[in-house]
């Protein structure tokens, strides 16, 4: 049983001027797959390794399997790690970087073998045993890594984008097989990235993380369509999130509605409260509904400036009372540059936010 | 030969002319006039007689003489004692440098001092204590542990005359090896240690499994530089116990200079330039990389 939880860390790198994590508190449950996502520079790296020990917060504490581990030696934490720079040994085998943790603890030789071999087979390591690092691909030293972490059935297992050089089919595949791997170790899992679609497909929750701070940390699916802030709505999604500030007015049947100009969106009555002031709406590119001009009479009429077709889905890039928004159409949908088209906005699909503390705002 | 043919062309490097060579003349020259001319002076000097005719008798004279012998074991000797306790304590040096301590800027500076101290500045320093009324002695008195000291560089006391040296020479020159080895370890990215740290390594296994290795590179260059410099080991011995401590370039020294014999100097010279080619090609040998490729 090993779940980690995280109260109020703090880390300042000594000569930095700002917080590289600020006041973070987090809780994984044992057997966990838990990710970190958030741009470059955020202190995805360093909230790691101060789990893993190499780096000691100026506060806080670092509780794992319910003992205090904050200033605890690394290695005596029970847990193995994928490094952001791999740091695979250059002076020994690949075979023999995989088996080192084992070794280091005593394990019996036959049987650092039989996982080495094991390890190898699943990341396709196999033909590189005998060989040295430097004469690897930087894809293949990465995977060297993650087997070199996956060997160790340690109780908590910590990765630093381990998939971040491996070409997009070999993530994917990758992707899948890890999650199988981990789900069947039981290990509690510290993930970081910055890529959000390994975040979604990957983690039981994601970790939002901005400057230091955690932004928001929900599983996947709430994430995505309850942003917390602006910022993750921002983040997250590709193309991200629609935001669009309008004032709130009285609608003629008694309830309120978003002015944006040209046009007004209905505004849920538990917002009234903003009436008369600013309000921020926050969409989804896939959560509009497109239709031509003379398609639907209820629709915002909305100029189309760019078409692009991506295979999948057609993306839209349209200008709508002075705003531009970003509209994901079903593959089959056809429209040219300059025609005007017509959008739906289904209330259930409209996120607001306070344009102040950028928040999101309860309408239930 | 049609093999020969079907080799891929290889795309070379653009041709650069004659230039190369010119920018090259300074340097060349002035090698084969400081280096290059007196080689050939000092191996001609060893196999001539004194009309100029080839002989052996100069290398029979040599090896004819005891204090050649006591040299050479002198300088081995003290080559095996002193290399090995050298690197073993710049190493540790480093680890106390590595982990940060208070003033440990200060502490570098300290140790790198010797550096620039002179070899016969630091011979005459070490006379003054181990001189028969030199520091050391009057501490031995003040502290009643000895009634007259004790005769440290003494004819007849060769222990204590090792040991005077060994002291001197390791203290002159531990601070390169510790210079060498310093910069090796900063140069090693801290990825590989914390790597080993997370994996269970404990401070021993990291330094034998990952740090030892990794400053492999540095720590040939200073054994190398180190054994080679202390085959030339000279004026601290010479400053502390004169002949009674032969060392190689010491008899080079008296040859030439007392025994105004040039030819029996230069083989000597001779000599030591065998030992340092053959130690040299002997640790590239022993301690080659076994990747090519360098880390990452
Ligand atoms: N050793 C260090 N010394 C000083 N500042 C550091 C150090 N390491 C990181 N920082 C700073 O701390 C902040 C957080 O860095 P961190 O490495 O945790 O980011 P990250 O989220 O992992 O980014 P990335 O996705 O690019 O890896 C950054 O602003 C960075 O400049
Ligand atoms: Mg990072």
Redesign the pocket.
């Known amino acids: 049983m090993a779940e980690i939880e995280l109260h109020n860390l703090v880390k300042t790198y000594p000569g930095g001027t700002t917080r590289a994590t600020d006041d973070v508190s987090l809780h994984v449950a044992d057997g966990e797959f838990m990710v970190l996502l958030g741009p470059s520079g955020c202190g995805?790296?360093t909230l790691l390794r101060m789990v893993a020990g190499l780096e000691l917060p100026d506060d806080g504490q670092v509780v794992i399997g319910g003992k205090d581990v904050t200033y605890l030696e690394p290695r005596k934490r029970n847990l193995s790690m994928v490094f952001?720079s791999y740091a695979v040994f250059p002076h020994r085998k690949v075979g023999e970087n995989i088996g080192f943790g084992l070794r280091m603890r005593g394990v019996d030789p036959d049987e650092v073998k039989r996982k080495v071999a094991w390890a190898a087979d699943l990341l396709q390591l196999t033909p590189y045993l005998d060989r040295y690092p430097a004469k690897l691909s930087g894809g293949q030293r990465q995977r060297v890594a993650v087997a070199r972490a996956i060997v160790m059935d340690a109780e908590v297992l910590l990765m630093?984008?381990p998939l971040s050089n491996l070409d997009a089919l070999l993530r994917l595949s990758f992707r899948a097989e890890l999650k199988k791997l981990v789900a069947e170790l039981g290990t509690t899992t510290l993930y970081?990235t910055h890529d959000q679609v390994e975040a979604l497909s990957l983690g039981d929750r994601v970790a939002v993380m901005r400057q230091g701070r955690i932004a928001q940390c929900d599983a996947p699916t709430t994430v995505y369509d309850l942003p917390a802030e602006e910022f993750v709505g921002g983040f997250i999604g590709s193309p991200p999130m629609n935001f669009l500030t309008g004032t709130v007015v009285a609608g003629g049947d008694g309830g309120f509605q978003l002015d944006l100009g040209a046009h007004s969106v209905p505004v849920p009555d538990a917002l009234s409260g903003f009436s008369g002031r600013q309000l921020r709406l926050g969409v989804r590119p896939e959560s509009f509904g497109v239709a031509a001009r003379n398609g639907d009479p209820g629709g915002l009429p909305a100029e189309l400036e760019v078409f692009e077709p991506l295979g999948s889905s057609v993306l839209l890039t349209v200008a709508l009372a002075g705003h531009q928004l970003k509209v994901q159409a079903p593959p089959t949908f056809r429209a040219e540059a300059g025609e005007s088209l017509r959008l739906s906005l289904p209330a259930d699909q409209c996120r607001w936010y306070d344009p102040e503390t950028h928040l999101l705002l309860e309408t239930s | 030969m049609t093999t020969v043919l079907e080799k891929p062309v290889r795309k070379q490097p653009q041709r650069l002319g004659i230039s190369p060579w010119w920018l090259l003349a300074p340097s060349t020259v002035l090698l084969v006039l400081l280096f290059g001319w007196p080689l050939v002076q000092g191996i001609l000097a060893a196999f001539q007689a004194e009309g100029g005719a080839f002989t052996l008798a100069n290398w029979e004279r040599l090896f004819g003489d005891p204090y050649f012998v006591e040299a050479l074991l002198n300088t081995l000797l003290l080559i095996v004692i002193v290399v090995p306790i050298q690197l073993v304590l710049a190493v540790g040096m480093t680890l106390l440098i590595q982990s940060k301590p208070k003033f440990g800027g200060l502490h570098f500076y300290v140790w790198a001092i010797p550096l620039a101290v002179s070899d016969l500045a630091a011979g005459l320093v070490w006379l003054t204590v181990f001189a028969d009324r030199g520091y050391l002695n009057s501490l031995l008195i003040g502290l009643g542990l000895s009634e007259n000291g004790i005769a440290w560089l003494n004819y007849d006391n060769p222990t204590t005359m090792l040991l005077a040296v060994v002291v001197a020479e390791i203290w002159r020159a531990t601070s390169m090896v510790f210079v060498i080895v310093v910069a090796g370890v900063q140069m090693m990215p801290p990825d590989y240690d914390e790597a080993a740290q997370v994996f269970g390594a404990s401070a021993w296994q990291r330094l034998w499994h990952v740090t030892l290795p990794l400053l492999k590179p540095s720590l040939q260059v200073a054994l190398i530089l180190r054994t080679i410099l202390a085959l030339q080991a000279f004026a601290v011995a010479q400053a502390l116990t004169g002949r009674n401590f032969p060392l190689l370039v010491g008899e080079t020294y008296q040859w030439y200079v007392n025994l105004q014999n040039p030819a029996v100097a230069s083989a000597v010279a001779l000599v030591i330039l065998a030992l340092s080619l053959g130690t040299a090609v002997l640790y590239m040998r022993a301690l080659r990389q076994p990747s090519a490729g360098g880390p990452r």
């Open positions: 995805k790296t952001q630093d984008e970081v």
